[in-house]
């Protein structure tokens, strides 16, 4: 049987969605297989939004349909019957999974019995312990510990096992008192705080409330939270003096002043970002305002309405967000809000949970996340222009992976971040071509290309360039790595690291390797990158710091130096330089175990090995594979990413003083986020060899 989990709540709007997403991730670490299931469906009629977003998150294969139990309605008609129909449908889940998060009914329209202590039969019926969420909103830890009393008490009557308590909307100012109030219950417990934005509607959801339409604005930022909502009723510049950052504001379409200001407060610098303006009455602008403001083509979402005043704003005020598909935001906060303030190895333990043997790339993305936020680097991102950046850096902020710095105009870059819904206050934003460090680089610069004719002026204008001002504040020790490429070319990322940050002492040739996340292990791949035609000394220089880099992130090096040809069976060119480079890693560093030449299937495979070379202690076993030339490595790792369905990470820049990365220019916000991870690691690694 597959380890399992049960969240209950004695009531709705407790915040289990939270706790569900942050056990999830932290089941990712402990197994390959991780599914979610819902013992009680919320409808018949239409998906339930909880379970759509949780199996975004899982790792088991598995369909929605295979997800739910049964329904309010069976439940009503025959609560025995329908308990053993969810007894039924989940052990068909429980046996394509190593985990199952079990996440409880809602509260939706079941009185008798008792919603919790039915969710706590289905528990035991299931065999799952119990994670009690209980509400902090508006309550007192004594409060809290009492509501925790009589849950705990209704669970033990029907034999339910409850392994931990989770408060979650509490004071965040009481967090400590409520943890150690409710822990004098003898269960582990934790709180979390309130988050008023894990609440807040989206606009698309304020249109879907209200039976509105799209006026105007790029629906794309209908997914941005509205914060607070907002009546227009007064004049304008009264009402420019209350606008607040995500706020939505209702107003009469037929209020020209109000919507023009609207419009362009919302573009101009100093002036809140809005979350957009919503037109009731069902009134339209007048036509020659209207052609004012499609001219001025604001991407605000305006959306329209046929309710009254009143009306629109009693049922924006009630309108609660969901966290649902694509509410990225709400979904990184959630997740963030259980890492800080969830001891997750305890909750393992409480759970007793073995750690796997194997490593799936869900859990070794989790476990860089968590090993760079252990050690918080400073990692400066030079594209901020580019989308994928901005929402890569609120997911890393969010979570607290890394301290970040932009590079960009602070304006424009702060103003895309907050139309798109994204939170980036803990971020610096600099331009380069107004920093105060822009001299002190250009001197610097200078003098480390003197011997290469530099000259202070030239140095100026190429500090200007958001690379080689990247580069310089890694350099400067001022960050502690850098990550670039989705915009700009390797080259144009690279070439001033090799420039300013040069290679460690020892290594001459700056190379690479990915990081092949495959169904059950990760492998290193080296070099797939970088150096197009390796000499020998190249190769071993390859081969030694892709074995320290795979080291890094928990990989056992084992180095296979690649050939066509397999020991001693081979001659030629090609086979005589891979066994001199696998002669100088042995020289050099005879604490790596390294075989080769070696072909890709004896260094995998062992049965393969035990036949083409035996007595190996690397063949078969091999977990870095360096290979030949550039052409050999780059085909094979896109022919495993996309034939095997691996996940390839990198690529890992290595040989470098100080980390600096490359993306591709087709990355996505998580391989952003994944690269930062690793820079962060590595420069971990710096951090404790001085």
């Known amino acids: 049987m597959p380890s399992s989990v049960y969240i209950a709540a004695p009531s709705g709007d407790t915040g289990k969605s939270t706790i569900a997403l942050g056990v999830l991730h932290l089941l990712g670490t402990t197994a390959a297989r991780v599914g979610v299931f819902r013992p009680v469906a919320r409808s018949s009629q239409e998906n339930d939004y909880l379970l759509e977003m949780l199996l975004q998150h899982t790792t088991a294969d598995l369909s929605y349909e295979q997800c739910i139990g049964v329904t309010y309605g069976d439940v009503h008609n025959d609560a025995d019957g329908a308990l053993s129909e969810i007894v039924r449908r989940y052990h068909v889940v429980a046996q394509q999974c190593d985990a199952v998060v079990i996440v409880g009914s809602d509260y939706t329209d079941v009185e008798s019995p008792t919603e919790l202590t039915f969710n706590a039969r289905v528990a035991v019926n299931l065999g799952a312990p119990v994670i009690l969420s209980l509400t902090g909103r508006n309550r007192d830890p004594e409060t809290i510990r009492q509501a925790a009393d009589l849950c705990l008490a209704e669970l033990r009557a029907v034999k339910a096992h409850s392994v931990a308590i989770i408060a979650n909307r509490c004071d965040p100012a009481r967090l400590n008192d409520v943890k150690e109030t409710l822990e004098r219950t003898g269960v582990a417990a934790w709180a979390l705080p309130e988050v008023p934005l894990m609440v807040a509607p989206t606009m698309q959801e304020l249109l879907d409330a209200l039976s509105g339409e799209l006026y105007s604005g790029d629906g794309e930022l209908l997914q941005r939270e509205a914060t607070s909502v907002l009546v227009g009723a007064m004049t304008a510049e009264h009402l420019l003096e209350r606008l607040k950052e995500g706020a939505a504001v209702i107003a009469p379409a037929d209020r020209s002043d109000v919507l023009l200001s609207l419009v362009m407060a919302h573009e101009a610098e100093g002036f809140p970002s809005l979350a957009g303006i919503i037109f009731n009455g069902g009134l339209l602008p007048h036509k020659s305002i209207a052609r004012l403001v499609e001219g001025l083509r604001p991407k605000l979402p305006i959306i329209k309405t046929d309710y009254g005043t009143f009306q629109t704003a009693s049922i924006a005020a009630e309108t609660r967000g969901r966290v649902g598909v694509g509410s990225q935001r709400k979904v990184d906060t959630a997740i963030g809000l259980m890492e800080r303030h969830v001891d997750g190895a305890e909750l393992i333990d409480q759970l ?96 480390l290309r003197k011997h290469r004719g530099m000259t202070s002026d030239r140095a100026l204008e190429l500090m200007v360039d958001v690379a080689y001002f990247g580069t310089m504040m890694v350099h400067m020790d001022i960050a502690d790595g850098m990550v670039s490429g989705a915009v700009h070319t390797t080259a144009h990322t690279i ?73 001693e069976s081979g001659s030629g060119a090609d086979v005589e330089k891979v066994r001199e480079a696998t002669r100088l890693v042995r020289e050099r560093r005879p604490d790596i175990l390294v075989d080769g030449p070696i072909q890709y299937d004896a260094a995998v495979e062992p049965s393969v090995a035990r036949s083409k070379m035996p007595g190996s202690p690397v063949a078969g076993q091999a977990t870095v594979l360096i290979f030949p030339d550039l052409n050999t490595g780059n085909n094979t790792y896109k022919a495993v990413q996309r034939s095997a369905g691996a996940v390839a990470i990198g690529p890992v820049l290595q040989g470098l003083n100080k980390p600096v990365n490359d993306l591709s220019r087709g990355a996505l916000v998580q391989d952003i986020v994944n690269t930062v991870a690793i820079t962060a690691i590595q420069a971990q690694a710096i951090t404790a060899a001085k």
């Open 352 to 447: 007793r949970l073995e750690m796997p043997s194997v490593v799936t790339p869900q859990m070794f993305e989790y476990q860089l996340i968590d090993r760079a936020r252990a050690e918080r680097k400073h990692i400066v991102l030079p594209e901020a222009s580019d989308d994928r950046i901005l929402r890569a850096a609120s997911r890393l902020l969010q979570r607290d992976v890394a301290d970040l710095t932009l590079l960009g105009e602070e304006g424009p870059v702060r103003k895309r971040a907050a139309e798109l819904g994204l939170d980036l206050g803990a971020a610096e934003v600099i331009n380069p071509a107004t920093s105060e460090l822009l001299e002190t680089f250009a001197t610097e610069y200078t003098g």
């Open 495 to 567: 070439r001033p690291a090799f420039e300013v940050i040069k290679t460690v002492p020892g290594c001459s040739t700056v190379s690479s390797i990915f990081l092949m996340c495959l169904a059950d292990k990760v492998l290193a791949y080296g070099d797939c990158a970088v150096v197009p035609v390796p000499d020998a000394g190249q190769l071993a220089d390859i081969a030694i710091s892709s074995a320290e880099t795979a080291a890094q992130f928990g990989i056992d090096p084992k180095v296979a130096m690649l050939s066509y040809s397999t020991g």
